[in-house]
């Protein structure tokens, strides 16, 4: 995996990271590819996994906020 290629999938919202995330499972469990090939494809998975916790936390943090904002209005 490249450093463009990160560079890539750290632009990505949450629905394409996930998207193609799934697309790579697939591809992963059909089988048929070479070791290289399928560990290329791993490691893009794990970045697009990556990619999907880093939005998951930040709408985490972002429920928090929100509810702790709540509280100390209420």
């Known amino acids: ?3 463009t290629d990160l560079a890539e999938i750290a632009t990505f919202g949450y629905e394409r990271a ?3 995330l799934v697309n790579v499972v697939k591809m992963l ?3 048929g590819l070479d070791l290289d090939d399928s560990l290329t494809l791993w490691e893009r998975g794990e ?3 990556n990619r999907c916790e880093e939005h998951l ?4 943090k972002r429920v928090e906020d929100a509810l702790a904002h709540r509280s100390e209005e209420g």
């Open 1 to 3: 995996m490249t450093d």
């Open 29 to 31: 469990e059909q089988g």
């Open 57 to 60: 936390a930040g709408a985490r």
């Open 47 to 49: 970045a697009l996994a």
């Open 18 to 20: 996930r998207d193609e």
